[in-house]
């Protein structure tokens, strides 16, 4: 099993997370397609719904015998996946994607801070900061161009990543495998669907619609929250938190790789930060690993 103790595990909890960012920033290319055909709410209505939909096939959870305690922690796991969709897409959808990513990227990194409990990560998250900062080029935007509803948008969604990481973990204890996600998807989708509906109309059922929402439904909901899910069970929010700060890292790295994109030296400078950072985390990790497993926060 993936989620066997705190640190153990065939595939490690940091290359779970790794994964989950691979898969995120494929389903995010693909996601930038479907916006003008449904707009957001339709967009995250056929995304979480498709997504649970499959989820849900493969889990078929159990929902009898559940106590109010797990009802409650999947709830609010549910309300911070929704929302936390809805902010980030309609933020994508006024400012450039480097600057709403890294506005974004400051809920995980004040979560980190806060539960910080080594020196060592106060510093990681210094570092994570200015490399995120650095990869996006959201220093190089000119204040004008900024979108002020876009820029609460990005904060909200951090906010709601935040909450995602806390609410994530705790449910992964109260469900096992990841049934709390097909549940937590399910009611997010439910609650979502409608305002998806008056936004795209019958445009929500088209084939193209449809083909692409199931793609970003495996690639960015299904697959990357199952992984997720499951490496949470193994570290704390703090570390997770920073582990996220690859992504920006890696979508730079996709777009040299896959589109030809040539990368300035500063952005190679923040990528450098950013994986400076991570592996400082990981270091501190390794030497806690005869630590008892963290409590529920």
């Known amino acids: ?17 790794l994964g989950a960012i691979l898969s995120v920033q494929v389903g995010g290319a693909l996601a930038a ?5 449904v ?15 499959i989820v849900l096939a493969w889990t078929r ?19 911070a996946l929704g929302a936390m969709n809805l902010c980030f897409y309609g933020s994508l959808q006024r400012l450039p994607i480097g600057v709403a990513v ?7 990194l004040i979560l980190s801070a806060a539960l910080s409990r080594h020196a060592r990560d106060g510093a990681a998250v210094l570092l994570a900061a200015a490399g995120v900062a650095l990869v996006s080029g959201a220093l190089g935007t000119p204040l004008h161009e900024l979108d002020g509803i876009g820029i609460l948008l990005a904060l909200a969604a951090g906010a709601c990543w935040a909450a995602y990481i806390i609410t994530s973990r705790r449910t992964g204890q109260h469900f096992a495998g990841v049934d709390g996600l097909a549940i937590a998807m399910a009611l997010a989708a439910v609650v979502v669907l409608p305002f998806g509906v008056l936004e795209a109309g019958r445009d929500l059922i088209g084939g193209e619609a449809l083909l692409k929402g199931l793609g970003i439904a495996v690639l960015s909901s299904a697959l990357p929250y199952s992984l997720e899910m499951v490496a949470l069970r193994r570290l704390p929010p703090n570390i997770f938190g920073i582990l996220l700060s690859l992504e920006p890292a890696v979508a730079a790295l996709a777009g040299l790789v896959v589109l030809g ?37």
């Open 33 to 37: 397609t479907l916006l003008p055909m």
């Open 39 to 53: 707009g957001v709410p339709g967009s995250v209505a056929l995304r979480l719904l498709i997504a649970a939909i």
């Open 261 to 297: 994109q040539q990368l300035p030296p500063v952005k190679l400078l923040g990528m450098v930060l950013v994986v400076s950072a991570s592996a400082l985390i990981l270091g501190a990790r390794r030497d806690d690993t005869a630590e008892p497993p963290p409590q529920d926060l």
């Open 1 to 17: 099993m993936l989620e066997s103790r705190y640190g153990a595990g065939p595939v490690p909890a940091p290359f779970l997370v």
């Open 61 to 79: 959870p159990s929902l009898r015998g559940r106590s109010r305690a797990d009802w409650t922690a999947v709830a609010s796991y549910a309300m």
């Open 102 to 108: 890294t506005i974004e990227f400051i809920g995980p």
